[in-house]
């Protein structure tokens, strides 16, 4: 029996896809790797520390995946996230703190350029994620009572989405995040992956919401 035409369609769709995250993911990293390899430099020269950072993040259908990083906070900062989040008053699922103390000078630049995710290309390549759909997010900061998680969830993270082209953390509340996460969800296409992607350098540019 052959597929229905809308199975068959959401096949192809993923299968181009991944055909986009390899042959873009590729060429990223070929273009990123000598920069990649001058910030780890400039990290270990800056603070103490490996330049890598990896950390567990949610990925496809709620998997725990390892996501790679150029470290821009302190060696001990994971240490000090709960005194960190008791001292401002932090509370929800997700913590990001304009001025945290925790980031380095090296790391500010880094955040704000957002080259500090570059490594997860090779996560693309991987397949824990792809080059376009909702940033993976820490265990800790995702909530899955939400019933919004399993819809967030039923479609590989990636690299860049919706949040990173409508001014990211700073001008979007958690709230508004998993709404524009759950519209990509029902909503994706090639053609708005295409669309998203072309966006994401002039935002990056920008810098704007990056901290």
């Not at 009572?145 to 989405?161: E, I, K, N, Y």
Request: with cysteine.
């Amino acid at each position: 029996m052959l597929p229905a035409p809308e199975a068959a369609d959401r096949r192809a769709y993923r299968l181009t896809k991944r055909l986009l995250d390899v042959l873009l993911g590729t060429l990223a990293l070929a273009l990123l790797l000598p920069w990649m390899l001058v910030f780890g430099l400039l990290i270990v020269l800056d603070s103490p520390g490996a330049p890598l950072f990896v950390q567990p993040r949610v990925g496809l259908h709620g998997r725990r995946i390892r996501v790679l990083k150029l470290r821009t906070m302190s060696h001990d900062a994971e240490s000090r996230l709960a005194a960190l989040r008791a001292t401002v008053g932090a509370s929800g699922p997700v913590f990001k703190l304009r001025d945290d103390p925790r980031v380095t000078r090296v790391g500010r630049w880094l955040r704000r350029s957002s080259l500090d995710e570059a490594p997860q290309l090779l996560n693309v390549l991987r397949g824990d994620m792809s080059l376009v759909g909702p940033r993976p997010l820490p265990p800790d900061q995702t909530d899955p009572a939400d019933p919004r998680f399993a819809q967030r969830v039923s479609v590989p993270p990636g690299l860049t989405g919706q949040w990173q082209i409508t001014g990211r953390v700073m001008h979007v509340n958690y709230d508004k995040w998993l709404a524009q996460d759950c519209w990509y969800v029902e909503h994706c296409s090639l053609g708005l992956d295409l669309v998203i992607l072309a966006r994401t350098l002039p935002a990056v540019i920008r810098g704007e919401g990056a901290y």
